[in-house]
């Protein structure tokens, strides 16, 4: 167990800087405060790959979702990615209630998914688009597109990044929300994503979520907040909470507890699906 683990651990560091740029030769050098940035999120990044290993993400498939495809037309779809190493159907965590919640309203389709299975949320997304079941879509399956996407913490960075593979497919995004996102290229929403709003905390000691998200185009995307909030004097619910959240969330994962917050991130999906 412990090779498996060092083994995956290890590929999936260099996954992640691969992702992120960080194994580039061509790369320039970086200065000393952009050094000490990407260590500490390299240690985020080890901490939670560890506990990874242990839990058993890997299961998620698309046969696990609810969604039909293709979709009734004029359906919109809530995609929502869980944080570090949680399982993608844990009742436990503010992700996943508020998908389940989103199912109940009329022309809803939500679905929870875990930040390391994004092909699935892609694979889920072309299907449930391809309304005339031929395997491909056209521009006019895009153009119909209501997509939502929001995450917490690596969540927020699948998020962005799956906006990002949607974009070079030519699929629009209605919204993206992150929580506390982390990532190291996170800050730039991609053009095809018409609104975003960023919550985060600042608090020392913990991991911290990026201060300011910005649009790669202003004239196609709203970027409607960059809104801070600070956990360092309240007190954490530890009843249902892993072994790594209490010892090393903090503030993080205290943010990730804030019904405040999920609220406000559930106002900004209903006031873009109020939009179309």
Same mark, same amino acid.
């Given at each position: ?18 992702? =992120? ?7 320039a ?6 050094s000490?940035? !990407?260590?500490?999120k390299?240690l985020?990044?080890?901490? #939670?790959?560890v ?5 058993g993400?890997?299961?998620?498939a698309?046969s696990?979702?609810?969604v ?9 779809l ?9 399982r993608? =159907?844990?009742?436990h ?9 989103? @199912?109940? @309203?009329?022309?809803? %389709? $939500? ?5 390391w299975?994004?092909t ?5 997304i072309?299907?449930?688009? /391809? ?6 879509? =056209?521009s006019?399956?895009c ?13 927020g960075?699948a998020?962005?990044?799956?906006a990002?593979? #949607?974009e070079?497919?030519?699929i629009?995004?209605? #919204? ?6 982390v ?12 609104a975003a ?19 790669? /185009?202003s004239? @196609? ?7 801070? @909030?600070?956990?360092t004097?309240?007190p954490?619910d530890?009843?249902?909470a ?8 903090g503030?993080?994962?205290?943010m990730?507890?804030d019904? $405040? ?6 106002? %900004?999906? !209903? ?6």
């Open positions: 167990m412990f090779n498996v683990e060092i083994f995956s651990l290890a590929f999936l560091l260099f996954v992640m800087a691969k992702q =992120d740029g960080l194994i580039n030769g061509a790369r050098s970086v200065d000393m405060g952009e000490m940035s !990407v260590c500490l390299l985020t990044w080890a901490i #939670l790959a506990a990874t290993c242990r839990s993400l890997w299961g998620q698309l696990d979702l609810s039909p495809t293709p979709m009734p037309r004029g359906s919109n809530v995609m929502g990615f869980l944080g570090g190493f949680e993608w =159907d844990d009742s965590r503010s992700v996943r209630r508020l998908a389940l919640k989103l @199912r109940k @309203r009329p022309g809803v %389709y $939500a679905e929870s998914i875990s930040n299975r994004r699935v949320a892609v694979q889920l072309r299907k449930a688009l /391809d309304t005339n079941a031929d395997g491909k879509l =056209d006019e399956e153009a119909r597109a209501h997509i939502v996407l929001f995450g917490q913490s690596w969540g960075a998020a962005l990044a799956t990002r593979d #949607l070079r497919l030519g629009p995004v209605m #919204l993206v929300v992150q929580v506390d996102g990532g190291l290229h996170d800050e730039i929403v991609p053009a095809n994503v018409a709003a960023n919550l985060y905390q600042h608090d020392p000691f913990t991991i911290q979520g990026h201060t300011e998200i910005r649009a790669a /185009d004239a @196609r995307t709203i970027i409607l907040a960059n809104v801070e @909030r600070t956990y004097l309240r954490m530890k009843s249902n892993s072994w790594a959240r209490r010892i090393f969330g503030s993080h994962a205290k990730e507890q019904s $405040a917050v999920w609220s406000q991130v559930e106002q %900004y999906i !209903v006031e873009a699906i109020a939009r179309r």
